[in-house]
């Protein structure tokens, strides 16, 4: 009623400026503010309701946070502390993993479990994105090189704590939804590429820290090359569908120096292509 009123005023005063306004004009004119004040009323509703589904989506993430501290707690043993750190369960909590998975799974995107993303893969379980960043030890000037882009979600992890990210994807139609993803949601620090990522990133070595998301039979050499001295490791290894273990490899800063730690037993696809000639 209140748009009417208002539209018939400004038709009224339209009439003022005007010489003569048909009484037909008139009617529209109302019929258009109401119109406007309809669609008006139903962007808020919109709006209203977006800002609802946020707040569950956040309050999704909080509990999926509060599931990767306690399993954070249970593994200690294996990590040697109980605890990931706050600025890596910051950033788990405010990505979107939901925007990484495919429709079907949207409503699981924070259970504590890896889901399909398609072509075989899967993106991990919450906990072990968080684990594995932590381990890392990124810091905020540090180039990092993702091997397994699959739907993103980790690299986008990596891109809110490290300079750069580079990610390598060998699944070309993974590699290519990842990337539109990982732009579209404004990461423009991951830089993406479609290939096998056995052999690294040579043009844009060294790099600081290297996570490789698929389990090798062996730590591939390419990638020990391109490891800075000082630079750490996170790889699952062990043959494929047979029991893996995450390995943390540091690369000794003096000498260059490198030693393996085998921290806990993981499930993760394996990692093809030049992996298996070797
Ligand atoms: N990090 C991903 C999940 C990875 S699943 C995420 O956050 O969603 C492992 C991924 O490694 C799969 O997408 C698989 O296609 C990819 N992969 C397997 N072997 C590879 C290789 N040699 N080079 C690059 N990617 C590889």
């Given at each position: 009623m209140r748009w009417l009123r208002r539209g018939a005023r400004r038709s009224d005063a339209w009439q003022g400026c005007r010489t003569s306004t048909p009484s037909h004009a008139i009617v529209a004119r109302s019929w258009s503010a109401l119109a406007l004040g309809v669609?008006?009323?139903l962007l808020v509703a919109a709006r209203s309701l977006t800002a609802a589904a946020q707040a569950d989506l956040a309050a999704e993430r909080a509990r999926m946070v509060a599931t990767i501290e306690a399993h954070a707690k249970q593994a200690s043993i294996a990590l040697g502390r109980d605890s990931i750190a706050p600025e890596i369960l910051k950033v788990v909590g405010d990505v979107p993993r939901h925007e990484f998975v495919p429709d079907r799974v949207r409503g699981d995107a924070y259970a504590d479990r890896p889901l399909p993303?398609?072509?075989g893969q899967t993106v991990s379980q919450p906990f072990i994105v968080a684990l594995m960043t932590d381990l890392l030890r990124v810091r905020p000037g540090d180039v990092v090189l993702e091997v397994g882009t699959g739907s993103g979600y980790q690299a986008a992890v990596l891109?809110?704590?490290a300079r750069q990210v580079y990610t390598i994807e060998i699944v070309p139609a993974l590699a290519d939804s990842a990337a539109a993803r990982l732009q579209r949601l404004g990461y423009g620090n991951v830089a993406t590429r479609s290939g096998d990522g056995y052999y690294g990133w040579e043009e844009a070595e060294p790099f600081?820290?290297?996570i490789v998301t698929a389990a090798a039979s062996q730590i591939?050499?390419?990638l020990i090359r391109q490891l800075k001295p000082g630079g750490r490791m996170v790889i699952p290894l062990g043959a494929p569908f047979a029991l893996q273990h995450l390995v943390l490899v540091e690369r000794n800063a003096d000498d260059g120096r490198v030693t393996t730690k085998q921290?806990?037993?993981?499930?993760?696809v394996p990692l093809t292509s030049g992996s298996r000639q070797r």
């Open positions: 669609f008006l009323a993303i398609g072509y891109a809110h704590l600081d820290g290297i591939p050499p390419p921290l806990l037993p993981v499930s993760f």
